[in-house]
């Protein structure tokens, strides 16, 4: 089983930026795409942004269109997503997942995930 493993999640300011990783075991990323979710306390995960892991195209939601931007690393095996402009509504756990389609914004099409990293934007 693919293991994933997210990173870089913390604490920053309103208006702040952050960088998460997400590391995969072996070379999964390369036969799969993958994303990026968020889950708020007391709402469902939503759906943030997905890349073809071969091309690097990218599909985003609107609401972060603009301001986040999914990324690859074929050597290490890693997914970014740089967050900018962040405000308090972005407060969330972020997880990533990979997923045998693209592009796909259905959880229930994304077979694997990691554990999630809490990102809080205070005001």
């Known amino acids: 089983q693919v293991q994933l493993v997210e990173s870089g999640g913390g604490m920053v300011q309103a208006g702040g930026s952050l960088r998460l990783s997400c590391a995969a075991s072996g070379r999964t990323f390369s036969s799969y795409a993958a994303g990026w979710f968020r889950q708020a306390p007391g709402k469902e995960r939503e759906f943030l942004a997905t890349?073809?892991?071969?091309?690097?195209?990218?599909y985003y939601v609107d609401s972060v269109k603009g301001r986040f931007t999914i990324s690859r690393d074929n050597a290490k095996n890693t997914m970014y997503l740089q967050m900018s402009s962040l405000n308090p509504e972005d407060t969330a756990v972020y997880y990533c997942?990979?997923?045998?389609?693209?592009?796909?914004?259905?959880?229930?099409?994304?077979?694997?995930w990691g554990q999630g990293t809490q990102v809080t934007v205070s005001s």
């Open positions: 997942a990979a997923s045998q389609y693209w592009p796909t914004i259905r959880i229930d099409n994304y077979d694997y």
């Open positions: 890349i073809r892991w071969s091309s690097g195209a990218a």
